[in-house]
Structures are given as structure tokens and as C-alpha cells.
């Protein structure tokens, strides 16, 4: 019984992990104003800090809102 729960919060915790994710926008995760998502900014999303480094075209160790759009959560 105990492994079943474990499962089931796992999976409730990816599936809300995937779902904030889709619905944080630039500016939700911007979160120093500056324009520019840093790794810690990303950290809000394991996807977002999974693909940051594909995703800073630029590789400047920053995504811009332009680099953002190609975000795929």
C-alpha cells in the first residue's frame, strides 16, 4: 500500500510540476524584471531547466523573451 502512495504523489507532483509550467509566462518567471531568465529564474520549472541550454540561442546564460517563446512545456 505504502509503495501505491508513493506512485500517486509522484505522479501528482510531475503532473502539477507540468502544469505550472505551461502556465508560468515570461514575466511570471522574470522575477528580477530584467528582461532575462536566469538559471535560478528557471528553477521554478524542471522542463524550462532542462532545456535552458538549448533554449539560450545566444548562449549567454540567460534566456531572452524571444529565446522563451521556443519553450515547449
Do not use: H, P, W
Amino acid at each position: 500500500m505504502k509503495l501505491r502512495t508513493v506512485c500517486a504523489t509522484t505522479v501528482g507532483v510531475l503532473v502539477s510540476t507540468m502544469a505550472l509550467a505551461a502556465t508560468l509566462s515570461f514575466q511570471d518567471i522574470d522575477k528580477d524584471k530584467d528582461g532575462q531568465i536566469n538559471q535560478q529564474e528557471a528553477s521554478v520549472s524542471a522542463t524550462l531547466l532542462e532545456q535552458f541550454e538549448q533554449l539560450d540561442a545566444d548562449k549567454n546564460g540567460q534566456l531572452s523573451a524571444s529565446e522563451f517563446s521556443n519553450f515547449k512545456g
